[in-house]
């Protein structure tokens, strides 16, 4: 049993990738710092540490994952609430609240979080503090910052503990809860408008798409709504336009703590002026306008001075120089007081093992712990093909994949996904180590442990970080040094930042006041670590930094676009090579990590490639075969699912020669599945490489058809559409092939670039509105069942915005009716994505 202490309170997490987990590990240490204590635990532990009925106070962080659904990790614990059986004051003794996590890019948006708030509610569990719903879109911290930030002292005002004097000034009062009911967060790509809605207990906050930002006039429009998205700019009703608590940030306005040698590690915790101003001096605030500007005055001398090299390294520093950028900015940031996280507390330490040997070639990937969303164990798969399915002159260039799952243990479905296991690149890892000044030591044994008496709250070696191994293996296989670097990072590389100017514009790029610089010149274009260390030049943190920072590589999911009926021993995959160009504040330019590393496996199998590309004798277009009149090889196989099955064991046989073979893993949640029933028709909308696991069905469907050619098909339409007929037309021989077999009984192809009549269809929606009155049959009449598959952040929602259309039109049904019927479709399950951002 838990000691019962006056200032505890339960801190639960239910994460899937480690996001609701770093929130909440934030979470305890701010409780702990403001002398709470937080007993904090996974959702997986319950009934083993906690049970949730006997507690009084809980603060939940719980993220949504696939289709809505809770995490692996909270399933039981979801579970035993959802249990029918429980009365309804089963948590009559809970006051809590949570803080859900989603991406609005997806449906159902955190789901969990509300669905579990909802059950709270219902089993009577009071709120203490209103929930908040943060959106990975914008980025997480646009609501979980201000939601911690007023979190603290509602624990505190709710155990009745004192407020100490770095907490709000408000009365208890002003502090409890349902002074806001929820904070909710949209998107505006070019709204100037106000930021804020208030709607009754509802804040809204807006957010500009920064990609907007483009001169220097809106770039000081922007940096004046900067002060908007952040938790001074909430208005709470019936309060002035201020910040309710001061918790968790350090004014760094002075600059006698930004010295070089001085560590701002353990400043007093401050607010800004104005509001410490209204606290009557009970704050040690640290304001001083000589040094503070002393060291503007000393950022424009190391900005002439050493910008330069950073510009010389970076093309986006210097592409934005004049409109702020990475590495500068612009009033009235450049002149703001700042109030910065606070520093967690160092844990790591690294002992190098000069003497002894390590073979990593040896050790479980990612120290063998478990991979979110997995339902097998890593298994090797050998890469049996890489074949391009676009022209040479296509925008995008997408491959196929094809590997052999024979004896891994990895059974599938149509419509299934697989994860890859991807490495970082080499070239990038070399860099990333030379950077550090480590390159020596690459392949030196280290043993990495915690350090004895650190402050951190529960420090340990991540879990996926083998505690001895090499920087070379850590770095390739365990940690994502691409992801935009945290604001929790950013402020630990000032501690080791020895120009003023640099310090000072990290200071900015994770402080409140600079929330828009952060989300435009690191978040959007994802700026990697590497990307900033070129830019800031003098910082040099210790290695340890990045380990106890950076977040764990992550696998990445495809789905499979075969029919395991057909091919039970091989999947394929099919994916766009994203290209990342320099720029923006990148240093360099890069591919996406799983898609350029899997291009890049074409050497290992580069008979095959070659043969598939038509031999490099070939002019560039004619190269690719879209319409099977070039040679039968490799590509047009594929492209046309397969080819004859003789051709495709000769292309094994001699493919694993090259024994080629990449971890992969299948994956729980699997809900993209087509009915049973065969004679239900099917609506399948799949534009670009959206179409995969599309192809997957009708492989099925045909296979059944051929086994079976009794049996009565339902209708089967498909909505297709890419850029130009000739260059990215995927599985075009493939598609004609199931027309004529009568596997689709209706193909409609759009070409959104192509040189075609004004009224010619051109996106996937053009095609569905032209037969709406088909699609409304279809589905009221005919009981069709629909699915989605593709780019999730403008497809899924204009093919959604179009079925509304089409209803209105058709039926003349209004929007309520509307989102009412397709609610229901996909409680049936009539109605599927299968989307990705
Ligand atoms: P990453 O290294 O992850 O890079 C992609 C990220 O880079 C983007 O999210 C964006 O933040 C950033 N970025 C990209 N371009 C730019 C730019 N110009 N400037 C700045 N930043 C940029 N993908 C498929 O192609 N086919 C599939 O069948 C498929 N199925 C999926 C199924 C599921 C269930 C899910 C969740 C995803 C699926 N995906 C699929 C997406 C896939 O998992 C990967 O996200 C995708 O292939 C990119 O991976 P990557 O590692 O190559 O890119």
Known sequence: MPVILNNRFLLLYGSQTGQAKAIAEDIAEKAEAKGLHADIHCLSQTEKKFK???????????????????????????????????????LSTLNYTLLGLGDSNYTNFCNCGKTLNQRLLELSAKPFYPPGWADDAVGLEVVAEPWIENLIPAITHFLKLPLDNNQSARSSTEIVPHIISEIRVTSESSSNSDTLIQDDNIISVKIINCKNVSNANNES??????????????????????????????????????????????????????????????????????????????????????????????????????????????PPLSESSLTVPILSPEYLKVDFLDTETVNVDELPLQNGCSFPSAASPVVMATVQSICTLTAPSSVKKALAVTISIAGTGITYQAGDAISVVCPNPPEEVEALLKRLGLQDKADTPMQISVIEGTKKKSAAVPKHVPPKCTLHHLFTTCLDFREPPKKALLRALMEYTSDASHQRRLQELCSKQGAVDYTCFIREPSVGVLDLLDCFTSCMPPVTCLIEHLSRLQPRPYSVCTSSRRYPDSLQFVFNVVEIPAGSGRSYHRKGLCTGWLE????????MSKAEDGGDNRSEDSKFSMTGDGDKTGSEAMN????????????????????????????????????????????????????????????????????????????????????????????????????????????????????????????????????????????????????VCGDARNMAKDVNETFVDIFAEHKGLTKDDISGLFMKLRLEKRYREDVWT
């Open 52 to 90: 949730i009925e006997r507690e009084s106070c809980v603060v939940l962080v719980i993220s949504t994952t696939g289709d809505g659904e809770p995490p692996d990790t909270a399933l039981k614990f979801v579970r035993h609430l959802k249990k029918k059986t429980l009365k309804s004051d089963y």
């Open 221 to 330: 429009s922007v940096a004046n709504d900067s002060t908007k998205v952040d938790s001074d700019s909430i208005v709470y009703n019936g309060f002035p336009k201020e910040r309710a608590t001061n918790g968790s940030h350090i004014d760094l306005t002075s600059g006698s703590k930004i010295t070089e040698n001085t560590s701002i590690r353990d400043c007093v915790i401050v607010n800004g002026h104005s509001f410490s101003e209204r606290l009557n001096g009970n704050i040690s605030e640290i304001s001083s306008d000589k040094v503070s500007t002393a060291i503007m005055s000393d950022s424009v001398t190391a900005n002439s001075l050493k910008g330069d090299n950073a510009v010389n390294s970076s093309v986006g520093c210097k592409k934005e120089r004049d409109t702020g950028s990475l590495m500068n900015s612009v």
């Open 600 to 607: 890049g496996l074409r050497s290992g199998v580069s008979a």
């Open 640 to 787: 046309t699912g397969f080819g004859d099955s003789e051709q495709l064991s000769l292309q094994m046989q001699n493919l694993s020669l090259n024994n080629v073979k990449i971890p992969i893993f299948a994956r729980t949640n699997q809900n993209f599945h087509q009915p049973d029933d065969l004679t239900i028709p099917l609506i399948l909308i799949g534009p670009g490489t959206g179409v995969a696991p599309l192809i997957g069905f009708l492989q099925e469907r045909a296979e059944l058809k051929r086994k079976n050619p009794e049996v009565h098909h339902g209708e089967v339409w498909l909505f297709y559409g890419c850029r130009h007929r000739d260059r990215d037309y995927l599985f075009r021989d493939t598609l004609e092939a199931f027309v004529t077999s009568s596997v689709v009984t209706r193909l409609c192809v759009s070409f959104s670039r192509d040189d075609q009549p004004a009224d010619a269809p051109r996106y996937v929606q053009d095609n569905m509105r032209r037969h709406g009155g088909d699609l409304v049959t279809l589905i009221q009449d005919k009981g069709a069942c629909v699915y």
